[in-house]
Structures are given as C-alpha cells and as structure tokens.
C-alpha cells in the first residue's frame, strides 16, 4: 500500500464494560485470554454458544480498569443483551458507548506518522494500546492503526485529513480480509467454531483458561485434531461479489457445500476478495467455486499468518 489512507469505522459499534469485576466476568464468557489482559492491550476473541458456534467476533482492548469491545454495529445491542444476562449480582456495568467515540482507522506508508502527528504517540507493536488526552490508539496487524477519538476532539479528523486521503468503510473491510481478520456478521452467526475462523491463529482462542461457553467443543477440536474446515484468503474474478453465509462448492462435495463466505469486499485491483471457510481437503485442490459447482472461481492466495491443523 502506497497511499495513506483514513477510515471513518461507522460500521463497528462499543460495549463498555466497567466495574471490580469485569475482568473476571468476561474471562469466563470469550474465547480469549482476558485474565491476562493488561492495561495497555488488546487481542481479538469471539462470544460462542455452549455448542462452541461463534455468535460475535470482537476486537477487545483495556484501557485502565475498563474493558471496550469492538463489534459490528448489528451485533452491538443483541450481543451486549445476552452477555448482561449472565452479570446477575456481579460488579460488572455493560453500556453502549458507541456514541461517545469516533472510530477512525488509518493505514498506509505514513501511518505512524499521521497517528503520532494526530494524537501525539503511537503504539509500538501489534495490539499495544496506548491513551492520550483525547484518544485511544490500538496498532493493529497490517501496519494498521485505530483511533477511538472522544467525540470532543474533531481536531484528530482534521489532522489526518491534512496528510491522508479519506476512503470508505469498505475499504478498512477490505483491509481486514487481507490481513486475514474474520468479522462475523448477523448472517453468519452459529455457522463456524472458533477454529474454523483461525482465530486461535491470530489470538483469539486460548487453550489454557478455564471454562467459557462451548469451552469444551473448542479444547476437543484442537487436541482431538477434527478440525476439517479453515478460513482462506481468495480472489473471486469479475464483477460481483458474494455476501457473508453464501454458499462455496468443489468438485469432491458434488451438490453439498464444501464453505462459506466469511466476508467480502472489492479490491483496487479488482474484482472481489473474500475470507473463505472451506473444507481443507476441497482448498487443497484448489477447485472451489461460488454459488454452484460451475460458478466462479475462488483463486486462493497467501494470507498473512501460516495456516496449520491442531494438534
């Protein structure tokens, strides 16, 4: 990527959670390691049902003894309800604070310093948090930045309008396909296990916590090796795009579906790529289509982490 670009992220929503036991609370609801969680971090993880589906998908990060959860707006109020079912007598507060921050990414050549001249520091490694007066800055993989600005702050807009070209919310979409950051979506809710998305691939599952929904169905899949399916990053030639739960075919499923779509969004070289969970002996042969056996083709290309089975 040679031009530096800013995002407006209009398409993620915040769920704030506060209070003495917060920590606690969320370590034994996500996938991810939140116990270990320190101020100045953050790590992607998902929220399953006790049959080990994955509901949401998340960007997690603390910011002093607050946690925010960064998910797709759709999923912000149903998802925020169904964790605050289970806060019964706990100190644990869950509020909406997507109206109090705007969401901006910024990627690209000049990203560090747009973010340092924007907000006056910039993290220095991946999913290292920082805080200054009127923003939190997550570095996210790709060379990406976030930066959740108070809403009283339209000075951070300002400035990386001066030295970035301001792009659509599809483009940071596009941004996460390729850097193999799976966002699920109301129309793939229940449809895949932590695994099937690589999330223990990016950080997102951790084997070694205690019991959190569908735990158990996560822990046998990894130790018992049955995992069939994974996520692949592939190009679809031509002019439309697929949208998230389509089905994927392969010459060795016939009629069944050997995948789905995860996500999808158009590239400035064209056509449409996607993130693809698919059956890895049907990816193997590199024969997978969408939507019918004879429809387009999925060109599979490299993502930016190593695919390999558990176990």
């Known amino acids: 990527m040679t031009k530096s670009v800013f995002c407006e992220l209009a398409q993620f929503g915040l769920i704030r ?86 969401l901006l990414g910024v ?8 973010v340092q001249r924007a907000v006056g520091d910039v993290p220095r490694s991946v999913h290292d ?29 300002e400035s990386l309008s001066n030295g970035a070209e301001k792009a659509d919310p599809h483009y940071w979409d ?25 999330l223990d691939l990016i950080g997102g599952v951790s084997l070694t916590k205690g019991c959190y929904p569908g735990q158990e169905i996560v822990s046998r899949m990894h130790f018992r090796g049955t995992l069939k399916q994974r996520m692949y990053l592939a190009n679809i030639a031509g002019s439309e795009c697929p949208q998230p739960g389509e089905n994927l075919y ?33 990816a193997e042969k590199g024969d997978v289509h969408w939507n019918a056996p004879g429809g387009p083709r999925l060109k599979l290309t490299q993502l930016p982490y190593s695919i390999s089975s558990p176990g």
Not at 107 to 114: E, F, H, Q
């Open 129 to 157: 948090v920082i805080n200054t007066q009127d923003a939190i800055v997550i570095r996210l993989p790709g060379d990406r930045y976030e930066i959740v600005a108070a809403n009283k702050s339209p000075g951070i807009v």
């Open 250 to 282: 392969s010459s060795d499923f016939g009629a069944q579906s050997c995948g789905r779509i995860v996500n999808a969004a158009r590239p400035p070289e064209g056509g449409c790529d996607v993130l693809a969970v698919i059956q890895i002996a049907s």
């Open 17 to 102: 959670f506060s209070g003495a036991e917060a920590q606690a609370f969320l370590h034994n609801q996500l996938s991810c390691d939140v116990a270990a969680l320190t101020p100045g971090k953050s790590t992607y993880g998902s929220y399953c049902t006790p049959k080990g589906r994955v509901l949401a998908t998340f960007l997690l990060w603390r910011s002093g003894e607050d946690f925010f959860m960064q998910l797709p707006s759709p999923l912000r109020e149903p998802i925020q309800k169904q964790l605050s079912k289970y806060i019964l007598r706990s100190k644990v507060g869950a509020a909406d604070a997507s109206a109090e921050w705007t």
């Open 174 to 198: 596009w941004l996460d396909i390729r850097s193999g950051i799976p966002v699920v979506l109301p129309a793939t809710q229940e449809a895949f296990v932590p695994q099937m998305v690589n």
């Open 107 to 114: 990627a690209g050549k000049d990203a560090a310093a747009l």
